[in-house]
């Protein structure tokens, strides 16, 4: 009893919640929409007495001017709440994607502001973000926490004019009034209940919602190489097909089992309608009652029981409120997306690099159990160039996320110039930082964007051409009709699509602009992986050597380009295992070594 208090109670905050959310819409809108739901609310009601009116005038044989003038009044009637229903139709549509607009909107916020990637990477996040932000189909309707919204002010508006038209109903049969609203609200809850289980089926398939994810993103623009040369349009087919089984086949069986119990209910709506005529028929029969009055009065009693019937709104409300709980909970916990409190500003905002330092530290990704860094203990002096080597997955990657604050060391601590990580002001520290990831970002912009966006304050065609000639992108450049204005996003602008060494190129001057911004510790994850053999080759001097009063980070599989790094750290099983230039590591004769080894010899081999 007391879970049932609780759970309506909680389905009472969920709705008021609803309510709310419409003032996201704008009061001229929903405004709008409360007076045209208030308008077909009251219809119903104003038909059974026009109707009735009009029968009554009819019988008296009154005037045809009188006749006329009812009629009127009955077709004015029919014809205002079907003019009013377009209109509703397209200020709920309008609503419905404002609110929508807006939560989508915090939820990015939240996302976009979040200081790390460890929640974002988060199995919970994701599906809470994706509930607010997909909206979704639910049995062939497009449903969201707008179409909730608007769907519990239109569930308000139903009531209110079951209401109505019991109160006209009462004025003459209070007790059939009263019982038939009664009845009526009863057996809406029944079929509520029963039907709204299936929102819970679709909701738990979370796979499910995605199967439209494998169609649009993945086998038509993500991977539509490899869906065609290796012929995988069968298993997208049969992917998107099970995942469809998956979720609708328990709703399907759902749908039968709740049919097969509707007795109740069907007993309960055959009982309620034989009372809403014959209890007018017998008045009109013993006198009490005249066939004007009946007609307004069985039309009223109609007009109770239409609140019977769960409407597209019940459903729109059942699934649409979970996207609104999504976003409360994400809002709760991660805040609404304002930057954080500012730790203290990186130290010395004076031109020259920092030590930074990492002790002891130990990373293990949330959601696993193996340490990827376990003790790492190195410094970076400022303005050394430190090439990073290791096997694959030995951490080298993750070592640069964690000197970009995006996650934080389980133990240890990193520091720069003396002061802890975790205590400095984070956007600060990361302007200071120049950052090209492997799988660095194809912004779908300009090209002048794709450079600038790594220091947008940082104006001037002069320093975009700079960064982009010791990218050596300058060719690249002149071959582009539209010069830095080009846009480089091919599917959406039918922009200039760049091969994989010209994208690097990009990304590269992107941070080397960030540096001519102020950046004083560039970290360059593999940034010779796409370029051609020439390019690698003057790789060293064409970049590195020129970036000045910087500390460089170095991470290549291609020993080659780290070789005249002033120092070479090895990583191997989380920690440091060999430190030293070139020449030492090779006299050392450990892993790098012979990996420095094996690389020459396969390219000596290639080369005759
Ligand atoms: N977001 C993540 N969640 C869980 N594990 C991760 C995540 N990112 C990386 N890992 C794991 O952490 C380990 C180190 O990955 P990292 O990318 O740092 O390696 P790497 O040395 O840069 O590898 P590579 O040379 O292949 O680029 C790997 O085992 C990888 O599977």
């Known amino acids: 009893m007391r879970r049932r208090l609780t759970d309506a109670g909680r389905t009472t905050a969920a709705r008021i919640r609803l309510l709310r959310l419409l003032s996201r819409a704008g009061l001229a809108a929903t405004g709008t929409l409360v007076t045209l739901q208030l308008v077909r609310a009251v219809v119903p009601t104003a038909q059974a007495l026009s109707v009735g009116h009009l029968v009554a005038v009819f019988g008296a044989g009154h005037s045809d001017r009188r006749v006329l003038v009812a009629a009127a009044l009955v ?14 139709t397209a200020v709920r549509t309008l609503v419905v994607k404002r609110v929508d607009g807006r939560l989508r909107a915090e939820v990015r916020a939240i996302a976009v502001n979040l200081p790390g990637l460890d929640h974002l990477e988060g199995r919970s996040f994701q599906d809470r973000a994706s509930r607010v932000v997909d909206g979704g189909m639910g049995l062939g309707r497009d449903r969201s926490a707008g179409s909730a919204a608007a769907g519990q002010l239109e569930l308000v508006f139903r009531m209110l004019s079951a209401f109505a038209a019991a109160a006209l109903l009462a004025t003459f049969l209070p007790t059939l ?28 398939d979370t796979a499910g919602q995605r199967k439209e994810y494998y169609l649009s993103e993945q086998a038509v623009i993500g991977a539509a190489k490899d869906v065609r040369l290796f012929g995988l349009s069968g298993w997208f087919g049969g992917r998107v097909r099970a995942t469809a089984t998956r979720t609708y086949a328990p709703v399907y069986r759902e749908m039968l089992a709740v049919l097969r119990r509707q007795w109740w209910t ?8 034989t009372a809403a005529l ?52 994400l809002t709760a916990e991660y805040g609404t997306g304002a930057a954080g409190a500012a730790g203290r500003e990186a130290p010395s905002p004076t031109p020259t690099p920092p030590t930074v330092r990492f002790e002891d530290v130990v990373f293990t990704y949330p959601g696993t159990s193996a340490p990827v860094l376990d003790g790492l203990t190195v410094t970076l002096r400022p303005g050394e160039t430190v090439a990073v080597v290791g096997e694959n997955g030995v951490g080298k990657t993750t ?45 779908p912009a300009s090209l002048r964007e794709n450079v600038t966006f790594a220091a947008p304050h940082l104006a001037g065609d002069d320093a975009v051409r700079d960064a982009l000639d010791r990218a050596g992108g300058t060719r690249l450049l002149a071959e582009l009709a539209d010069g830095l204005d080009t846009s480089l996003w091919s599917e959406g602008t039918d922009g200039t699509g760049l091969s994989g060494g010209q994208w690097q190129r990009v990304a590269l001057a992107r ?64 920690r440091v295992a060999e430190d030293g230039s070139h020449d030492e590591l090779m006299a050392l004769g450990g892993d790098y070594a012979r990996f420095f080894t094996v690389q020459a010899e396969a390219f000596t081999v290639e080369a005759r």
């Open 266 to 273: 069907a007993l309960l709506a055959v009982g309620s309608a």
């Open 177 to 204: 009034a009263f019982g038939l609203l009664l009845v009526s609200l009863l057996i809406r809850a029944m079929l509520r209940r029963q039907w709204m289980r299936i929102i819970d089926l679709l909701d738990a």
């Open 399 to 443: 070592f640069v996320k964690l000197l970009g604050g995006l996650y934080r060391p389980d133990s240890g601590r990193i520091t720069v110039d003396g002061v802890d990580l975790a205590a400095l002001d984070l956007p600060a520290w990361r302007r200071r930082l120049a950052v090209l990831f492997g799988d660095f970002v194809r912004y």
């Open 511 to 574: 941070v080397l602009f960030a540096v001519a911004a102020g950046g004083r510790v560039l970290v360059l994850d593999e940034p010779t992986a796409h370029l051609d053999v020439r390019a690698e080759a003057e790789f060293h001097q064409r970049v590195v050597s020129r970036v000045h009063n910087t500390t460089t980070v170095l991470i290549s599989h291609r020993l080659s380009t780290v070789r005249p790094a002033d120092r070479i750290i090895l990583l191997r099983a989380g």
């Open 278 to 329: 014959t209890v007018p028929a017998v008045a009109v029969l013993s006198g009490s009652l005249d066939p004007a009055q009946l007609i307004t009065f069985v039309l009223a009693a109609w007009g109770v029981m239409s609140i019977s019937s769960v409407g597209m709104e019940a459903y729109d409300i059942e699934y649409g409120l979970r996207g609104v709980e999504a976003a409360d909970e």
């Open 75 to 88: 077709a004015g009637l029919f014809l205002i709440d079907h003019a009013v229903w377009l209109v509703l």
